[in-house]
């Protein structure tokens, strides 16, 4: 039977406290899934139908936000999950965050894929799938928007900035998930049968104690990066028209050159 694991992050959504480190202060009322982190639930499931593999979900951080990601994780078809909450994981960067992973995926798998999503909408960082194969020796495609299992390979379709490349590698391997994943259905509202089933699901609960992680390599101990400050990014836009190509043309190199309009527009 096929096992996937699939890495979920319950992310800053709303209203967020910002804390005088600079980080998110995190709690069920304030947090969501990570889009990508859905799609990449949907696909495992696609690839392991239930009763025909399993999928297991892995999320990292406080308890309140992470119980709430789980069970609704059970709820849209995992069949088992690991809650990792430990306070000495506070402030990890996201090379200590795989690390944690890292281990727990060694520990509780073993595994013929993983999945995540290739970006979470609070950091933007999409350094995870990355990291996460480093540390495990695997081979590792983010920005996936399509894949095919073999008995001992996946085929993989990626989305780059230039282009749409397909390719092979060995399993076991880490896929980052993008939200333009083909083929996946709709997300609807979970069946009863599938609400009953998740009842029966209990996330198993994780922490430094099960996965022995030397205190130095996790939580801010363990980050080389971390956040100096938070700012809101301020959204605008802004309409110009000019009347003449060569208007267009003087505006951009303006522009370019950051010495601001020069004039030709109505």
């Known amino acids: 039977m096929r096992r996937i694991a699939v890495c979920m992050k319950s992310v800053a959504a709303g209203n967020a406290e910002v804390q005088a480190d600079g980080g998110l202060r995190r709690t069920a009322e304030t947090s969501a899934m990570n889009p990508a982190d859905l799609c990449a639930l949907e696909a495992a499931r696609l690839l392991a139908p239930i009763g025909e593999g399993e999928v297991c979900v892995f999320s ?7 119980q709430n990601l789980l069970q609704e994780a059970a709820r ?3 069949d088992c999950l690991y809650q990792i909450s430990d306070g000495r994981y506070a402030g990890s960067d996201t090379l200590a965050t ?5 281990r727990a995926l060694e520990v509780y798998g073993p595994f013929d894929l993983v999945l995540c999503g290739e970006r979470a909408v609070d950091g933007e960082t999409g350094q995870v799938p990355g990291m996460l194969s480093a540390l495990l020796g695997w081979p590792c495609v983010n920005g996936v928007v399509a894949v095919r299992l073999g008995d001992r390979e996946a085929v993989c379709s ?11 590698m060995p399993l076991p391997a880490v896929l980052g998930i993008s939200c333009g994943m083909e083929g996946l259905p709709p997300v609807a509202v979970p069946s009863l049968q599938m609400l009953r089933r998740a009842q029966s699901i209990r996330p198993q609960l994780v922490s430094n104690d099960d996965l022995q992680l030397p205190p130095d390599r996790v939580g801010r101990a363990g980050s080389p990066t971390s956040v100096i400050r938070t700012t809101a990014a301020a959204w605008g836009r802004a309409c110009l028209r000019l009347t003449t190509p060569e208007a267009g043309v003087a505006e951009t190199m303006a522009s370019l050159n950051g010495i601001g309009p020069t004039g030709g527009a109505e």
């Open 60 to 66: 990292m951080g406080p308890a309140g936000p992470v």
């Open 158 to 168: 990626s989305l780059t900035e230039t282009a749409r490349e397909t390719l092979r």
């Open 98 to 102: 795989a690390r944690v992973l890292q």
């Open 76 to 78: 849209l078809g995992a």
